[in-house]
């Protein structure tokens, strides 16, 4: 039987491969935002494992200037809080094989295979959750990355339920997965690619899921506050959650989790982690480009200020617009004046 998580806690050491991840909250890999210092966030907030952004593996073999030194940065930071994970897409073993071993020498911890990204773009070429209707490859796929690895990394795969409504192609591919790519766990998304992120997560099939898998099932997806959180393990015994959407400018989500921290962020707070963003986004990316970079960040804040709707939209208008970054920190400077003045 798979590894279940005690009921009443989330908060315990458990163990994926070799690893030994200090509690069972993780964050998620989000497209295009995952990077180290999102990682780094989570992780000061209490996450206890982190993993980056899906990867091309074909990037990864051609040596894409980018892709390789900053899509796969890993800072020390980072690895106060627990293991760094770092994940890939591809559909061909021989080019999974080459990123594997590529992402073991600059020092990820785990590998994780998606084989869920409802993205067209993606499964255009043969990736993502393409894979869910063509398991032969989805296998050939994920033991590549474990041979990649020589045994080094513990590597996981990140399915959907399937690719279509009512479809299970994902709940017999994981199967095929463990026993036959020796993959370490499988993070389970219970809804079908093509409803993206609508419609309701299938906690009964994902229960199904960790009694007859041998490894641990982390449950993602439509999760987006504490409680529900733990009423989703409740019901599924999964091993693990890991957290994309609903963390999304929430770190505090990891602290009521982990820490037991029961409010919201205050508004100075919810300034102040975005003060930090920004530094981070700087030391990522040099100004120029984190001035552009942020303007996706900004409304996942904003909207946690508790503003009055004009004044609102006023702000996430003006970040939008904002040319500098000195121009976007006194906005949000002017903000945090009103909102004490407010309080």
């Known amino acids: 039987m798979g590894a279940m998580a005690p009921l009443s806690s989330l908060t315990e050491a458990w163990t994926l491969g070799s690893l030994r991840v200090p509690n ?45 030194t900053e899509m796969l940065r890993i800072d020390p930071r980072e690895r106060i809080g627990g293991p760094v994970g770092i994940q890939l ?77 009512g479809e299970q192609s994902g709940f017999e591919l994981a199967h095929r997965l463990v026993q036959e790519a020796g993959v370490a766990a499988i993070a389970f998304h219970p809804r079908a690619a093509a409803v993206q992120h609508r419609g309701v997560p299938d906690y009964e099939l994902t229960a199904r899921l960790v009694r007859s898998l041998s490894v641990p ?29 609903g963390a999304l400018g929430n770190p505090w989500i990891f602290s009521q989790l982990v820490h037991g921290r029961e409010a919201g962020p205050t508004r100075d707070e919810v300034l102040a982690e975005l003060d930090w963003t920004i530094d981070r986004a700087v030391e990522h990316l040099g100004e120029p480009r984190a001035t552009r970079y942020l303007r996706k ?47």
Not at 35 to 50: E, H, I, S
Not at 235 to 241: H, N, P, Q, R, S
Not at 311 to 338: P, V
């Open 24 to 68: 069972r909250v993780m964050l998620a890999p989000l497209a295009g935002i995952g990077n180290w210092f999102v990682r780094l966030q989570a992780k000061r907030y209490g996450a206890g494992m982190a993993v980056s952004e899906m990867v091309s593996s074909h990037a990864i073999r051609y040596g894409n200037a980018k892709t390789c």
């Open 89 to 165: 897409f591809g559909e061909d073993p021989a080019t999974m094989r080459l990123a594997a071993a590529h992402v073991t020498r600059v020092g990820a911890d785990a590998i994780d295979i998606n084989m869920g990204c409802p993205v067209a773009k993606v499964q255009k070429t043969g990736a993502g959750a393409a894979l869910l209707d063509d398991p032969e490859r989805a296998v050939a796929v994920a033991a590549a990355a474990v041979e990649g690895t020589e045994g080094a990394l513990p590597v996981t795969v990140k399915l959907r339920s399937g690719l279509r409504t």
């Open 217 to 245: 099932v982390i449950l993602t997806g439509g999760l987006s506050d504490a409680g529900q959180v733990r009423d989703a393990v409740r019901l599924t015994g999964a091993a693990a959650v890991m957290l994309a959407r």
């Open 297 to 343: 960040f900004y409304p996942w804040y904003v909207a946690r200020l508790a503003l009055e709707s004009v004044a609102s939209k006023r702000l996430q208008e003006s970040l939008q617009t904002a040319q500098t970054l000195d121009h976007a920190r006194e906005l949000l400077g002017l903000n945090r004046r009103s909102a004490a003045a407010m309080a």
